[in-house]
């Protein structure tokens, strides 16, 4: 079965620390991503990552940064957290070619006080 | 730019109505479109692509190149159908896999 998981389901942390979240997947899926998910606005597209070291900015990447050291793991970093950084985050991995089917994590809801 | 939107919302209908969601595109060349779905508490999940001309779940969905539409019709709606449903757009010539997203609809069915 496959599988996208995500370390953290619900994470309170407060403004200005740095927040690291987590994704791994077994499919081994060249490409991974980060998109946020708020209500009225949609999935938006934070970062994505086609290889291992490679990485691209998506639609929002002001105030995240990403790592892809080994295929399976990407993470979100958000340098130094702010209240409207307060969403939900999902981790998706899809495999080359078009017409492949993105599986998506389950979530990780970051609250930022 | 590309662009997907749904106009709506929330749509709320009755069991055994017809629901149609509706979705609309903007890209110059050849997208491929599918419909998402997260039901409560569950992972968002593909409900269905374009390029498949399948029917899932008794939902149906046509590319309409002309009007730039994807809707997503159902004959008649079930209570388990209420859930919260994404529109995407992903490059046709794109092998990344990337995807663009509507604003998304909540699908409400009441009994």
């Known amino acids: 079965d496959v599988k996208v998981t995500q370390s953290s389901r619900y994470l309170v942390k407060r403004t200005g620390e740095k927040v690291f979240l987590e994704c791994v997947q077994d499919m081994d899926h060249e490409n991974m991503f980060w998109y946020r998910q708020d209500p009225g606005l949609g999935l938006r597209l934070i970062y994505f990552s086609y290889d291992v070291k490679m990485k691209e900015k998506g639609d929002i990447p002001e105030g995240y940064s990403v790592s892809r050291e080994k295929k399976e793991r990407f993470s979100l970093i958000l340098e130094s957290a702010s209240t409207n950084q307060t969403s939900m985050y999902l981790c998706?991995?899809?495999?080359w070619g078009s017409g492949n089917t993105i599986y998506f994590g389950e979530g990780s809801w970051l609250t930022v006080v | 730019a590309q662009r997907v939107t749904q106009p709506e919302k929330l749509l709320s209908v009755f069991k055994g109505a017809p629901v149609e969601l509706k979705c609309n595109y903007s890209?110059?060349?050849?997208?491929?479109l599918f419909w998402y779905v997260q039901y409560s508490r569950q992972r968002l999940q593909l409900l269905l692509r374009?390029?498949s001309r399948e029917s899932i779940k008794g939902f149906t969905a046509d590319l309409n190149k002309g009007e730039t539409s994807f809707h997503l019709k159902k004959p008649f709606a079930q209570e388990e159908d209420s859930a919260m449903y994404y529109c995407a757009l992903r490059q046709g010539a794109s092998n990344t896999g990337k995807l663009i997203f509507g604003q998304g609809t909540t699908l409400q069915v009441k009994p």
């Open positions: 890209y110059s060349g050849s997208p491929e």
């Open positions: 374009h390029i």
């Open positions: 998706a991995s899809t495999s």
